[in-house]
């Protein structure tokens, strides 16, 4: 059932692919809030994904766009404005890979070429977006831009490589910009600090099996899947979050405020002489 939160509003979805990213339910769900929006992705995952069918869905066109070149950035934003019929009020960006993780580059061998990459494709094009609409004051006030993260910006995490420097520029990203944005045309910039979440871009991530049972094992209220995401993104881009900006939101289900819980650790102590250890409840 929609509240009509988003009615009237326009916006601009950068990320979706298949039906198991983060982005493709953030569109289901502003559909359903009553906004009208875009969706953009690579010319290849345009063609080799599902986007097409997301937008007969829920209405938009798909503008295809490298987000981090800036003449596909322009394009994307001004044929946004005129397909809407105004300025934007919500940019969501979904975007995010490494090549280090995908050929399988070690933390202490990585090629640098790869990580110049890494934060141009996940942190930099995030910069990048924010700018262009800046520049071409696309953003109606009170407009909201929120992109995702995860805590590997701020903890060591196992496997999770270069793209922890890549979350870590992130998030820098949006507290720099979000001052700026916010004095001038009080749009608010966020980021979501989300659980590991089964997606096509997240299932490259080394042991993301083993870190999202751990995660679910940590949280009091386990992993937020993506349609959870999804939710919470909904309300960053409401009325109701208005003076919400420059924050990095953890909706992980408690992760991040954990020591450790004690379904991880009756996991954790499995490897163990049951006779040298005893659990109490």
């Known amino acids: 059932m929609g509240y009509n939160l988003l009615k009237g509003k326009r916006g601009i979805i950068f990320g979706a692919l298949n039906d198991m990213s983060i982005a493709w339910k953030v569109a289901e769900m502003a559909h359903a809030e009553g906004a009208q929006f875009t969706l953009s992705n690579t010319h290849v995952a345009c063609r080799m994904g599902s986007v097409t069918e997301l937008a007969e869905k829920t209405g938009a066109t798909v503008i295809p766009a490298d987000a981090t070149n800036l003449a596909d950035l322009e394009n994307v934003i001004k ?4 397909v809407l019929g105004g300025k934007i009020d919500f940019i969501l960006h979904s975007i995010g890979m490494s090549l280090n993780v995908r050929k399988k580059r070690l933390y202490n061998d990585l090629d640098y070429n ?8 996940s942190a930099i094009s995030f910069h990048k977006v924010i ?3 800046f520049k071409m004051d696309a953003m109606n ?3 909201s831009i929120v992109a ?4 590997a910006a ?3 995490l196992y496997g999770y490589n270069d793209m922890a420097d890549a979350k870590a520029l992130l998030e820098s990203i949006a507290r720099s910009f979000g001052y700026i944005y916010g004095r001038q045309k009080k749009v608010r910039v966020n980021t979501i600090s989300q659980s590991p979440t089964v997606t096509t871009a997240g299932s490259g991530v080394k042991g993301i099996d083993g870190l999202i049972d751990f995660s679910d094992r940590m949280s009091p209220l386990g992993n937020a899947d993506a349609q959870d995401c999804a939710n919470y993104c909904i309300t960053l881009f409401s009325d109701l979050t208005r003076k919400v900006t420059m924050q990095n939101l953890f909706h992980d289900g408690g992760f991040s405020s954990m020591g450790m819980s004690m379904r991880a650790m009756q996991q954790y102590n499995k490897s163990f002489d049951p006779n040298e250890v005893q659990m109490e409840d």
């Open 79 to 82: 044929t946004s404005t005129e």
């Open 114 to 121: 790869y990580l110049a990459k890494t934060l141009d494709i």
């Open 131 to 133: 700018q262009t609409a």
């Open 141 to 143: 006030d009170w407009g």
């Open 148 to 151: 995702l993260s995860y805590v």
């Open 154 to 156: 701020q903890r060591t």
